[in-house]
């Protein structure tokens, strides 16, 4: 199995910045391919924030575009989101969530996090 551990989140006021990290973790990780963030504001449905891929191609919510910034370290297996000029409706859960494979026989299979808090306040 693959734990997606994340770590980083909080409170922080409009305009501020904040990173968060999330690290797969696993005894039989073959591969970790796509790595993506997510966020679910309260009564929104979960939208993806920024995908990269395993060659590093990268997309966003266009609302994030200019102030996300999603990286990876392949070699760690870890990947983050750099937020900058945060604004309120940036308040939701952000979940990390990755493609992985631990055995040829089961493929490809997708993976979340518990969730961080991202709070955007005065």
């Known amino acids: 199995q693959v734990q997606l551990v994340q770590s980083g989140g909080g409170l922080v006021q409009p305009g501020g910045s904040l990173r968060l990290s999330c690290a797969a973790s696993g005894s039989h990780i073959m591969k970790v391919a796509d790595m993506a963030w997510y966020r679910q504001a309260p009564g929104k449905e979960r939208e993806l924030v920024a995908r990269?891929?395993?060659?590093?191609?990268?997309s966003y919510l266009d609302s994030v575009k200019g102030r996300f910034t999603i990286s990876r370290n392949s070699a760690r297996d870890t990947v983050y989101l750099q937020m900058t000029g945060l604004k309120l409706e940036d308040t939701a859960v952000y979940f990390c969530?990755?493609?992985?494979?631990?055995?040829?026989?089961?493929?490809?299979?997708?993976?979340w996090g518990p969730g961080t808090q991202v709070t955007v306040s005065s």
């Open positions: 969530n990755a493609d992985a494979v631990v055995s040829m026989v089961r493929g490809r299979e997708n993976y």
């Open positions: 990269i891929t395993e060659d590093g191609d990268t």
